[in-house]
Every structure is written in structure tokens, then in C-alpha cells.
T-cell receptor, first 114, second 116 residues
Framework: AQSVSQHNHHVILSEAASLELGCNYS??????LFWYVQYPGQHLQLLLK??????LVKGIKGFEAEFIKSKFSFNLRKPSVQWSDTAEYFC????????????FGAGTRLAVHP | GAVVSQHPSWVICKSGTSVKIECRSL??????MFWYRQFPKQSLMLMAT?????????EQGVEKDKFLINHASLTLSTLTVTSAHPEDSSFYIC????????????FGPGTRLLVL
């Protein structure tokens, strides 16, 4: 069955540190890839998405992600995190012909200390 | 743009009663709406997909007679938890998309259900 793996369940960083959250998926066909963020007490918001084209995509708030097809990966990065980035981050995919059905990873809780 | 609301945000009910949760797309027409369930410290699990004017498609293991979904208009979908039991207590989240093929889902704020 198709699945999405997020390797880090909890990440703790100091402000200004660099961030990379791993995401791998298991599916051999065409996928669309997403990163969503859920700030404390708020709903899921889209950070960025990849459908096609340049595999390096830039999202809101300085986040970017790189799609590496050969590695089935879509890692999220930010060069310098802020305290306000404290949130839970979800990687998700939709499958080609999958009618927009999102398959979510388990999520990564990021805590940024001042 | 692309705002999705849910009502209520919190609901507490007695075991055996039914609870209806509304999901509305406020500024776009939602061809498809999705209902998810999120357990504490876990990810979102898709329960069902609904298209306006047609029957919902339920994921494996989700009881369609227990979780009734209606998508009567392009801006409203409802999830009714029938004869709720304590194990139905959870966080229910809806999302909506405006394109059936390759479009982003926009999420509502969620509804926390507590069944006593």
C-alpha cells in the first residue's frame, strides 16, 4: 500500500538553526507532493506543493522543499528557523489518478527555542 | 481566499446521540470535500470523499452507516456521527478542493467531539 514516512517525530532547534525534515513516499507512479503546517491551536495550512517542473519549490515563510524522484523524497528545509516556526509539519502525497486523495505522513513536531 | 469553516468547533454529547458537523467553503465552490479523523499525536486519516450531489466514497474500515456524509451543495458538506460512543471521540477535520484532478485541499479548523 502507498505510504508516506516522516523520519523525525520530534525536532528541537534553537533560533537561527537550519532545518531539514525528511519525507519519503512509497509509490512508483506519478505523485503530487505537499507540505502542510499546523500551528498550535490552528488548522492545517499549505506550506508548499510540487506538481511538476522545477524540483526545488519555494513556499511561504522561507520554506523550500526538493523533490528527488530517484530517492522518492521530498524533504523540507529552512536555512534559519524562528520561534514562530514551532508547529507540527505534515508531508502528504496525492497519487496520479487518485482523485485528490491525500496520504499523510505521521507528522513532525518542531519546537524552536529562543 | 480558499477559506473553509467548520461548525461546531467543540461538541460534547451523551453516548447514543447523533452529532452533525458542518463544513463550508466560504469563498469558493468545492467540487470535492474530504473528511478526516485525527487521533491524538497521530496523523490525519481520510474517512471519506464526497462529491457534490453524489454518494460519498468511504475508506476501508469506515462504517458508512455510522458516519453519514451529505454534500448537498457546492459549499456545504455535513458529517453526522450516528449513535455516538466514547470511542468516536476524536478531532474531525474537513477539507475542500475546487478541482477534481490536481488541486490543493484547503482545510477547516476541525471539530473536537467528546462522547461521554
Amino acid at each position: 500500500a502507498q505510504s508516506v514516512s516522516q523520519h523525525n517525530h520530534h525536532v528541537i532547534l534553537s533560533e537561527a538553526a537550519s532545518l531539514e525534515l525528511g519525507c519519503n513516499y512509497s509509490y512508483g507512479g506519478t505523485v503530487n507532493l505537499f507540505w502542510y503546517v499546523q500551528y498550535p491551536g490552528q488548522h492545517l495550512q499549505l506550506l508548499l506543493k510540487y506538481f511538476s517542473g522545477d524540483p526545488l519549490v519555494k513556499g511561504i515563510k522561507g520554506f523550500e522543499a526538493e523533490f528527488i524522484k530517484s530517492k522518492f523524497s521530498f524533504n523540507l528545509r529552512k536555512p534559519s528557523v524562528q520561534w514562530s516556526d514551532t508547529a507540527e509539519y505534515f508531508c502528504a502525497v496525492t497519487l496520479s489518478g487518485g482523485y485528490n486523495k491525500l496520504i499523510f505522513g505521521a507528522g513532525t513536531r518542531l519546537a524552536v527555542h529562543p | 481566499g480558499a477559506v473553509v469553516s467548520q461548525h461546531p468547533s467543540w461538541v460534547i454529547c451523551k453516548s447514543g446521540t447523533s452529532v452533525k458537523i458542518e463544513c463550508r467553503s466560504l469563498d469558493f465552490q468545492a467540487t470535492t470535500m474530504f473528511w478526516y479523523r485525527q487521533f491524538p499525536k497521530q496523523s490525519l486519516m481520510l474517512m471519506a470523499t464526497s462529491n457534490e450531489g453524489s454518494k460519498a466514497t468511504y475508506e476501508q474500515g469506515v462504517e458508512k452507516d455510522k458516519f453519514l456524509i451529505n454534500h448537498a451543495s457546492l459549499t456545504l458538506s455535513t458529517l453526522t456521527v450516528t449513535s455516538a460512543h466514547p470511542e468516536d471521540s476524536s478531532f474531525y477535520i474537513c477539507s475542500a478542493s475546487s478541482d477534481y484532478s490536481q488541486e490543493t485541499q484547503y482545510f477547516g479548523p476541525g471539530t473536537r467531539l467528546l462522547v461521554l
